[in-house]
């Protein structure tokens, strides 16, 4: 059973930078896909970014390019936000799944574990 922690979150300003980061509790994330996903009051979960191990293939949703990069090391998931908006305001969540069952990381449904989210907040 893997445990997922994320961290990084925070209050900024809009135009400012954060970096989040996950972690795996007990092992690396050698042979997973891993994911992140935001959720704002009152709105679905939605897709943020995903990645396969070795940063072979990566997505991002739409709302996300050109700002955010997902990246991916042997004991940490990263997602650097850059020119963070106050649509960006939501809690976000790491996930992680089997890559070899893996086969779209838009779908939620396809990741294994959680993390318990980390609050980011944009203020204009």
């Known amino acids: 059973q893997v445990q997922l922690v994320e961290s990084g979150g925070g209050l900024v300003q809009a135009g400012a930078s954060l970096r989040l980061s996950c972690v795996s509790s007990?092992?690396?994330?050698?042979?997973?896909?891993m994911g992140w996903f935001r959720q704002a009051p009152g709105k679905e979960r939605e897709f943020v970014a995903g990645?396969?191990?070795?940063?072979?293939l990566k997505y991002y949703a739409d709302s996300v390019k050109g700002r955010f990069a997902i990246s991916l090391d042997n004991a940490m998931l990263y997602l650097q936000m850059n020119s963070l908006k106050p649509e960006d305001t939501a809690v976000y969540y790491c996930?992680?799944?089997?890559?070899?069952?893996?086969?779209?990381?838009?779908?939620?449904?396809?990741?294994?574990?959680w993390g318990q989210g980390t609050q980011v907040t944009v203020s204009s």
């Open positions: 996930a992680a799944a089997n890559m070899s069952t893996m086969t779209s990381l838009l779908d939620p449904h396809q990741y294994d574990y």
């Open positions: 007990g092992r690396t994330f050698s042979g997973y896909a």
């Open positions: 990645i396969r191990w070795r940063g072979s």
